[in-house]
């Protein structure tokens, strides 16, 4: 079991950044790819970012490349997602998501383990 929380949402202004952290604990933490998603009320949660456990795969929605970067730091069991530029359409609720894999994948279904998620709002 892993439990994955989330923190370092909050309201910005548009143009803007935030960072976001995610820090694991529970079983260990080795192998597994993190995911950031997002979830803007009346939508689907979507993909945002994600990253392999060694940090050398990344992946970004088209909508967040460019602005967001995603990282981790095993030896703290934590997961970023630093967000610069934010516009209004990046308000939602943010979650982090674990999976035991090799490959990052934009799938929800793929990932076995969420956190409670952290709002962001940005104001025009």
């Known amino acids: 079991q892993v439990q994955l929380v989330e923190s370092g949402g909050g309201l910005v202004q548009a143009g803007g950044s935030l960072r976001l952290s995610c820090a694991a604990s529970?079983?260990?933490?080795?192998?597994?790819?993190m995911g950031w998603f997002r979830q803007a009320p009346g939508k689907e949660r979507e993909f945002v970012s994600g990253?392999?456990?060694?940090?050398?795969?990344?992946d970004y929605a088209g909508s967040v490349k460019g602005r967001f970067t995603i990282s981790r730091d095993n030896a703290k069991n934590t997961v970023y997602l630093q967000m610069n530029s934010l516009k209004p359409e990046d308000t939602a609720v943010y979650y982090c998501?674990?999976?035991?894999?090799?490959?990052?994948?934009?799938?929800?279904?793929?990932?076995?383990?969420w956190g409670q998620g952290t709002q962001v709002t940005v104001s025009s």
């Open positions: 998501a674990a999976q035991y894999g090799v490959a990052v994948t934009a799938n929800v279904h793929e990932y076995s383990y």
């Open positions: 529970g079983r260990a933490f080795n192998g597994y790819t």
């Open positions: 990253i392999t456990w060694f940090g050398t795969g990344t």
